[in-house]
């Protein structure tokens, strides 16, 4: 499957200020250079309609644009897309079918903090709910804790700024397919899995990672994907877990340390027969 794209620049993901750091256990003000994440605002336009006002980190916005699409029900397959065209801060995206985006007269804004309108769509949920699968494919705590892991040690932007969240995608054997940072847990979940589609990764048979809270817009990214589990090293909401159980994910919070909380269990994938230490 070859898609169409035309890619502007990147812009760098931090950018260098001069501030005074105020430290009373030394009693001291010092001048001082520190790194502050970039916040970009990026506008996508599907089959010419203004879809909707990212605020986003500069960086994989095709991988972002991709995963949000899939992970939004606008696509089920990438052969959907024509074309992708992203030019400064705006994208325009062709799909080879029409599709109704039930947007009102303003595009969704689509901010750091939410996933958007906070509003699950009655046709999306309809959708993931049948995403449940028989597939047998079973992580151990070793996965679970490589994960956090991965979060931990290659979130370099968080380390050097502490204004992003971090997400991942593994497989079973707990090699890391892909990864990203972004200022906005939905948006790095969104570029995990366009990364991840770009190069025909099944999701069936892979782990989600986030430093996000899972609330139950990011457990709908998931579920629409087809990923099986997905972990968190902060907490699950009670809408979350809602939507997990319905659509057949195993879901786990609180993963720090040696210690994890599963919220919810779908089959075999995990289990704790397969909690090996």
């Not at 079973?172 to 790095?188: C, M, Q, T």
């Not at 968190?232 to 195993?250: N, R």
């Not at 040696?258 to 909690?275: M, V």
């Amino acid at each position: 499957m070859k898609i169409k794209i035309r890619e502007s620049v990147e812009q760098p993901n931090t950018v260098g200020y001069r501030i005074s750091r105020v430290d009373l256990r030394t009693d001291s003000i010092k001048s001082v250079k520190d790194e502050v994440v970039v916040e970009s605002r990026i506008e996508l336009y599907i089959n010419d309609e203004h879809y909707a006002v990212f605020s986003v980190s500069p960086s994989a916005i095709k991988e972002l644009v991709v995963g949000h699409l899939l992970a939004e029900g606008i696509i089920d397959r990438l052969v959907e897309i024509e074309s992708l065209e992203i030019a400064k801060e705006r994208v325009k995206v062709y799909l080879n079918k029409k599709i109704k985006l039930g947007l009102s007269k303003k595009p969704r804004l689509i901010l750091t903090e939410c996933g958007g309108t906070g509003n699950i769509p009655p046709r999306l949920l309809v959708k993931v709910m049948g995403v449940k699968d028989s597939s047998a494919v079973r992580f151990n705590s070793q996965i679970v804790f490589r994960a956090v892991e991965t979060l931990n040690t290659m979130a370099c932007m968080f380390r050097r700024t502490g204004g992003t969240h971090a997400s991942a995608l593994l497989n079973a054997n707990g090699k890391v397919l892909a990864f990203s940072e972004d200022i906005g847990r939905h948006n790095a979940i969104d570029k995990v899995i366009g990364e991840a589609a770009l190069v025909g990764v099944d999701f069936k048979k892979t782990l989600l990672a986030s430093t996000g809270r899972l609330t139950s817009d990011m457990v709908v990214k998931a579920a629409q994907a087809g990923v099986p589990i997905i972990v968190s090293i902060s907490a699950p909401t009670d809408k979350g877990i809602k939507i997990a159980e319905m659509t057949g994910l195993t879901l786990i919070g609180f993963a720090r340390g040696k210690r994890f909380n599963i919220y919810t269990q779908s089959g075999e994938t995990l289990g704790t027969s397969y909690l090996q230490s």
